[in-house]
């Protein structure tokens, strides 16, 4: 971006063409936010469609903008197709929102005395020009985003495992606040996986460095397992900090989790520095440690099995990562070895008429964001003329920003905005004084494109800062009303975030309330595939097979998305956030679900006699019983009915083997926390 932009002020600095020059810089910004990291041969294609997008983005505009009717029926028209691009992918959503930023830009700069042609093409140039440099830095170096989101995602997975290490070393631990930190973390983890699962597919049919995607392959593999296992959860970490406290045991899990945590750390930054990895030796003397003692206290105070064996699973499973972390540094020095069946599970290819009758309904979430953008559009396109705004079209751009697919998002979207642009402009003020040659601004204004991209996905807020910035240069060079300028942009963001949260409010308005019940049968539905491939690989042996890890991810996207409902829930309005303890209680007993179901996955090893053993299969049975009587009680809701109707055998814990009582254990506390959420489904199916 600032190479692209860059170059483009070339034409006024040495030959005083300004406006081509803030025309053209105006083109590479809209084309870098309608970017995606595509592979090579993709992005060429993206690359072309997103020209062809702008073309008709603008000359639309400059065709229609004299007849304010047929305007407002293109606009709305064009909004609503451009948005609804978006059911075809994300790379063709992104295309769409920049053919609209395209767009706004062309209003702003639409002048009658100019030929209709000039700005389109002007602005597509821009975006060509961007676009090449995007190809030539792709070509260079192929595989960079992809070290950064793999970089990224291992830090996640670091901050999930120091967070986890408060369950331990302190009996004045908050659980319920940990626990609930925990599931927001796990957010930002399986986002972060997902985001590396597309990037991958997209670069595994590229031409490139077959040698280097394969590490990068064998990386993400590795994280998927390690992920696993820090979400899983043995034992109630109470109990285990109360009996095991006075031994101190509870610390040394404390301090092996957080040197677990550095060592993802530390292996993410050497994957974005592109170095070769190494363990701490530090980390295997803890972990030797950890055991001997462990082994010894058990000789010395014989603990009760029934809490010894989670312990020592714990710490099995903890020693699990390690050897993940010692299998990542050892494919760092020698190379990837990757299996035969590492493969990643694709989208599946839907036929384009098909895509589209599924999404021309009002459930559809991109339909009601279409119909949305459409009417946001048109009323404030009334109100310019209506409150004679000249040149207000940054109430659209605002509305474009800040319009979210629902009530929670925009509202975190306006409340950044509106901080941004009054932190950008005080900034920006006194700027225009302290810079008043035509090459500082352009030195301002080149800074803030790259500063405004570089925060654009991680901080909003600060990203609204800059583009603040650099709108007023681009108007106080264009005319020298940079200043002027300054508020009218204050007073059309408000205008533009008001509308923007109006629209959402009433407009196929959607609430988080309304969701859970489908979002926690999902949840319970891709748990319980989840459990049964675990169980059936206790008949078959451990194997990281691509209908197991497809099992696993759907399993961690439900869980996160009743998780993110009930997170927007305490953003809607306060007649609209209704069952926020149900969905909390909810929530926190659906993680713990998975958590448990991933603890029994971490230990997976040949067991045939699950099934079969007189003692034992009951308990598989009692379990499957509950998780489909928990979906029952959202699908068909039978409050009179929330017990589970079985009887365990007797079961003499003396004659099982550690493994086994493990296994017991975990079924027990699924079947458990299923059987919690039978109940308590009850409260939120009745609600409407």
């Not at 750390?265 to 170095?275: D, E, F, S, T, V």
């Not at 207000?392 to 979207?413: I, M």
């Amino acid at each position: 971006m600032l190479c692209a932009i860059s170059f483009t002020l070339l034409p006024a600095l040495l030959w005083q063409q300004t406006e081509l020059s803030l025309t053209l810089a105006l083109g590479v910004v809209a084309c870098g936010i309608a970017e995606t990291d595509d592979a090579s041969v993709n992005h060429l294609k993206s690359l072309g469609i997103t020209l062809v997008c702008f073309l008709i983005a603008s000359f639309s505009v400059e065709l229609l903008y004299a007849t304010p009717t047929l305007f407002v029926i293109g606009l709305a028209g064009s909004t609503f197709i451009f948005i609804m691009l978006g059911i075809f992918g994300q790379r063709y959503g992104q295309i769409a929102f920049g053919a609209l930023i395209i767009a706004i830009y062309t209003m702003i700069g639409y002048q009658s005395n100019h030929p209709f042609y000039i700005q389109p093409l002007m602005l597509t140039a821009g975006a060509l020009w961007y676009g090449l440099f995007s190809l030539m830095w792709a070509f260079a170096s192929p595989y960079r985003s992809l070290h950064e989101q793999l970089a990224q995602l291992y830090f996640n997975l670091s901050r999930y495992q120091l967070e986890k290490s408060r369950f331990f070393g302190s009996n004045q631990t908050d659980w319920l606040a940990v626990r609930q930190n925990l599931v927001v973390q796990n957010i930002s983890v399986v986002n972060s996986l997902n985001i590396c699962k597309d990037t991958l597919n997209n670069r595994l049919h590229d031409s490139g460095k077959k040698e280097r995607l394969d590490l990068l392959l064998q990386y993400y593999l590795i994280a998927q397992q390690i992920h696993e296992r820090v979400t899983a959860t043995h034992y109630q970490y109470s109990q285990l900090e109360s009996a095991f406290s006075e031994t101190q045991m509870t610390q040394g899990f404390h301090q092996l989790i957080s040197q677990l945590s550095e060592a993802s750390h530390q292996l993410g930054k050497c994957i974005l520095m592109r170095k070769s990895y190494t363990v701490p030796a530090s980390l295997s003397w803890t972990v030797k440690a950890l055991q001997d003692q462990l082994e010894h206290l058990n000789n010395k105070h014989h603990f009760d099995t029934s809490l010894f064996t989670p312990l020592s699973f714990v710490l099995k499973n903890l020693t699990g990562i390690h050897q993940l972390l010692l299998e990542a540094s050892e494919i760092s020095h020698t190379g990837s070895r990757l299996l035969d069946d590492a493969k990643l599970s694709t989208e599946p290819k839907i036929a384009t008429w098909d895509r589209i009758t599924h999404h021309i309904k009002s459930r559809s979430a991109i339909f009601r964001h279409a119909i949305r953008m459409s009417l946001c559009f048109v009323t404030g396109y009334l109100l310019l003329q209506y409150l004679d705004l000249e040149k207000g079209y940054w109430v659209l751009l605002t509305c474009l920003f800040v319009c979210q697919p629902s009530f929670s998002e925009t509202r975190k979207r306006l409340i950044q905005r509106v901080i941004g642009t009054f932190i950008g402009v005080a900034i920006g003020f006194p700027l225009l004084y302290l810079l008043p040659s035509v090459y500082g601004q352009f030195f301002v204004l080149a800074l803030s494109a790259f500063f405004f991209f570089t925060y654009l996905k991680t901080n909003y807020s600060i990203a609204v800062i800059f583009i603040t910035i650099f709108v007023m240069m681009v108007f106080n060079l264009l005319s020298g009303t940079g200043l002027e300028v300054v508020w009218p942009r204050i007073q059309e963001t408000v205008l533009g975030s008001v509308l923007a949260v109006l629209t959402v409010s009433f407009i196929l308005p959607q609430w988080q309330y309304k969701r859970i019940p489908s979002l926690l049968s999902l949840s319970l539905h891709a748990n319980l595939n989840y459990f049964e491939h675990v169980v059936e690989q206790y008949h078959n042996g451990k194997h990281e097979s691509l209908p197991y890890r497809i099992a696993r991810r759907d399993a961690h996207i439900a869980d996160i998305n009743l998780a993110s409902a009930w997170q927007n829930m305490l953003i809607d309005p306060g007649s609209k956030r209704k069952l926020v303890k149900e969905s909390y209680a909810l929530t926190n007993r659906n993680n713990a679900l998975l958590a448990y179901i991933s603890a029994l996955a971490a230990h997976r090893a040949p067991f045939s006699e699950l099934e079969t053993r007189p003692d034992l299969a009951p308990i598989l049975t009692l379990t499957r019983q509950a998780l489909n009587k928990a979906i029952q009680s959202i699908e068909t809701p039978d409050c009179g009915h929330t017990e589970i109707e079985a009887q365990l055998p007797p079961l003499k814990i003396t004659e099982l083997t550690p493994e086994q009582l493990s296994i017991v254990q975990q079924l027990q506390l699924i079947a458990n926390t299923a059987t919690d959420i039978q109940a308590l489904a009850c409260n939120i199916t009745q609600v409407k």
